[in-house]
């Protein structure tokens, strides 16, 4: 599901931040992940940490206006964060394990169209989160 036009690596420079060993490592750590990680866990699996937490969370928060990750509320209320890979897409995490998926589809053009008549307004955008079981948790159900 990680085969799109998007490039593994977003251009740092493209989007004027300087290009630091730090924020090409909190990237790499969660393209290397298969679920959300909080701001903790990516702080510990950098390859080194000579900035603290703040600064880790402060590019975190950046990534998320760029469109290269975004933060997902867990049912146990902790934030973590997660890489995106495409431009309009949704995720959708295995309530079991944790791991997360990208789906490029969002199939709900229609539906809003829909809503807009109904409520009056313009929707100009929308988020949304689909739990389930993944492959590999319904195997071993
Ligand atoms: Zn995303
Ligand atoms: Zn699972
Ligand atoms: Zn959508």
Do not use: K
């Amino acid at each position: 599901m990680a085969d799109s036009a998007f490039p593994a690596t977003p251009s740092l420079r493209a989007a004027g931040m300087r290009q630091t060993p730090q924020r090409e490592g909190i990237l790499r750590v969660l393209q290397d992940s298969d679920r959300p990680l909080t701001v903790e866990e990516i702080w510990e699996r950098m390859p080194e940490r000579r900035s603290g937490l703040p600064t880790v969370y402060r590019n975190l928060e950046r990534f998320v206006q760029e469109g290269w990750a975004e933060s997902i509320l867990g049912s146990d209320q902790v934030m973590r964060f997660v890489r995106c890979d495409s431009r309009h897409h949704h995720h959708l995490q295995c309530e079991r394990c944790g791991r997360t998926a990208e789906v490029d589809a969002c199939g709900l053009e229609a539906s809003l169209r829909h809503l807009e008549e109904l409520s009056g307004f313009t929707i100009t955008r929308h988020q949304l989160l689909l739990f389930g079981l993944c492959r590999a948790c319904r195997a071993g159900a």
